[in-house]
């Protein structure tokens, strides 16, 4: 029998819970192919309608979240083949309309479409042994999720040229300092910190969170003023939930919060 190609559980003990999902393609650095990207887009939709869950995780292994897209997968394409059966579209966005928060824990190489499924994660925390990049001009094609059009959004226009037009790779420390990832831990505690994030945004309220999420999102695709505006009206929004009075009677009360879910 075959190992399966991603690997789901639910972490945490709390009321709600932290969905952990796992590439396992381990021998192929997880190269990232269709029976990948459709699992694993079964598994974002899944975690995000069971209200259990208030957060994921996507991680590989200690070597490589993702070194790609399976290039065996992409070479028997051609023109025709990748337009008409939508190469890319048909299955590696599913991850843009889940709305709970996806955190990336990325240990080893994320290159490719790697970097870009990392990319279309809402935070990503690196490893010290991370290596992110866009190989594929070496390829003799160019990014094909979001790679050319993420990564100058996170680390400006210079660094994104430089990496996309050269292949080269960015360690863990670079792309902290170029703001590619929010922090670098040490490589045997990524997983454990990265879960705990997520333990953490469990236990706070539910409509602030998917709130938060969608206004920064605004940020990243919006002009100012209508961002400011979708913020404006989302803050007075969340004065109607339960929530914020719990959220602000306990600081006031000196006591921890509690959330209804
Ligand atoms: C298929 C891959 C792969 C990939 C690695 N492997 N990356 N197979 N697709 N993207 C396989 C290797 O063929 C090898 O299989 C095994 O994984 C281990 O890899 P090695 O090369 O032996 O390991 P190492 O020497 O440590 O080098 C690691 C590496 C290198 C630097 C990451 O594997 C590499 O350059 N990989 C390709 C990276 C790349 O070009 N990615 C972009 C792909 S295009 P065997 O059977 O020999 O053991 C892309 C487009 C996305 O992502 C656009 C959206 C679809």
Redesign the pocket.
């Known amino acids: 029998m075959t190992d399966p190609v991603i690997l789901t559980e639910l972490r945490g003990d709390g009321e709600r819970r932290t969905a952990l999902v796992r590439l396992n393609r381990p021998?192929?650095?997880n190269?990232?192919n269709d029976e990948v990207m459709d699992a694993l887009g079964e598994a974002l939709r899944r975690f995000d309608a069971d209200p259990a869950v208030g957060a994921i995780v996507i991680t590989g292994s200690e070597?490589?979240f993702?070194?790609?897209?399976?290039?065996?997968?992409?070479s028997q394409h051609d023109f025709i083949s990748a337009y008409t059966t939508d190469?890319?579209t048909r299955n590696?966005e599913t991850i843009r309309s889940v709305r709970k928060p996806v955190i990336a824990a990325v240990a080893g190489?994320a290159?490719?479409?790697?970097c870009?499924l990392a990319m279309m994660c809402d935070i990503i925390v690196a490893a010290d042994n991370a290596r992110f990049?866009?190989?594929?001009i070496?390829?003799g094609?160019i990014?094909?999720?979001g790679?050319t059009q993420r990564l100058p959004r996170a680390v400006g226009k210079a660094k994104a040229m430089d990496m996309v037009l050269t292949?080269r790779?960015m360690d863990a420390a670079e792309a902290e300092r170029s703001g590619l990832v929010s922090r670098v831990l040490p490589a045997d505690k990524l997983l454990d910190e990265v879960l705990a994030m997520g333990e953490l945004i469990c236990t706070l309220g539910t409509a602030s969170v998917l709130a938060a999420k969608e206004c920064v999102n605004r940020a990243y695709e919006s002009p100012l003023a209508e961002g400011m505006m979708v913020e404006r009206r989302m803050f007075h929004a969340l004065f109607g939930t339960p929530d914020q009075k719990e959220g602000m009677d306990a600081f006031l009360a000196k006591r921890p919060a509690k959330f209804v879910r």
Not at 66 to 74: E, F, P, S, V
């Open positions: 021998k192929q650095l190269a990232l070597k490589a993702a070194a790609g897209a399976d290039i065996g997968m992409l190469l890319v590696w190489f290159l490719g479409g790697g870009e990049g866009q190989p594929e070496k390829l094609v990014p094909g999720a790679g292949g790779m």
